[in-house]
């Protein structure tokens, strides 16, 4: 069945320190892939996008992820946190034209 | 670019009401509209996509008749919870695309719906 996993529901990391979010599939085919981020009452605003090409894919906000098939995973980075990074990421993956969405993981910044 | 808006924002009715929903796209014209829902503390769960000028398609547990789904034009969708209930009190999200052959999404701030 496809699937979309992120193992880590909850991640507290300190300000300044580095953020990694794990997010794993399980498709067919190479799936569209995709990191949004939530606010809290708040929608979805797209992070960054995988479709194809260079594995290591830029997004906004200085977020950063890269792919790689043999783990069919697709883990989002950022190298120095924000306070504003405080939010819920999702990780989304694209596949006969609907998204399926992973649980998310809640991200909480200490000072 | 690439705006979509959702009214109200926020909305309380009584349990046994219809209250709706509306998506708009603001500066694009959206061929296919769609319509999830998130539970606290949970992830989006898609419910139907729309196309203009056709019958939605539902995934499989989403009532149809009680959550009805229009999409009259290329910038308007509406969801319509018939004979609301309080379980049906929830974050509705939806998104639009701009063209047929992408899998990009752009999604509206959401309406929080609370059935007393």
């Known amino acids: 069945a496809q699937s979309v996993t992120q193992p880590d529901i909850h991640i507290t990391v300190s300000e300044g320190a580095s953020l990694e979010l794990r997010c794993n599939y399980s498709?067919?085919?190479?799936?569209?892939l995709f990191w949004y981020v939530q606010s809290p009452g708040q929608g979805l605003q797209l992070l960054l996008k995988y479709f194809s090409g260079d594995t290591l894919v830029q997004g906004i906000k200085g977020f950063e992820a890269e792919f790689k098939r043999s783990q069919s995973s697709f883990n989002l980075r950022k190298p120095s946190v924000h306070w504003s990074d405080a939010a819920e990421y999702f990780c989304a993956v694209g596949s006969w034209g609907k998204f399926q969405f992973g649980a998310g993981t809640q991200v909480v910044v200490t000072p | 670019g690439a705006v979509v808006s959702q009214h109200p924002s926020w909305v309380i009715c009584k349990s046994g009401t219809s209250v709706k929903i509306e998506c708009r796209s603001l500066d694009f014209q959206a061929t296919t509209m769609f319509w999830y829902r998130q539970f606290p503390k949970q992830s989006l769960m898609l419910m139907a996509t729309?196309?203009?000028?056709?019958?939605?398609?539902?995934e499989q547990g989403v009532e149809k008749d009680k959550f009805l789904i229009n999409h009259a034009s290329l910038t308007l969708s509406t969801l319509t919870v018939t004979s609301a209930h309080p379980e049906d009190s929830s974050f509705y999200i939806c998104s639009a695309r701009d063209r047929p052959q992408t899998y990009e999404q752009y999604f509206g701030p959401g309406t929080r719906l609370t059935v007393t």
């Open positions: 729309s196309n203009e000028g056709s019958k939605a398609t539902y």
């Open positions: 498709y067919g085919a190479t799936p569209y």
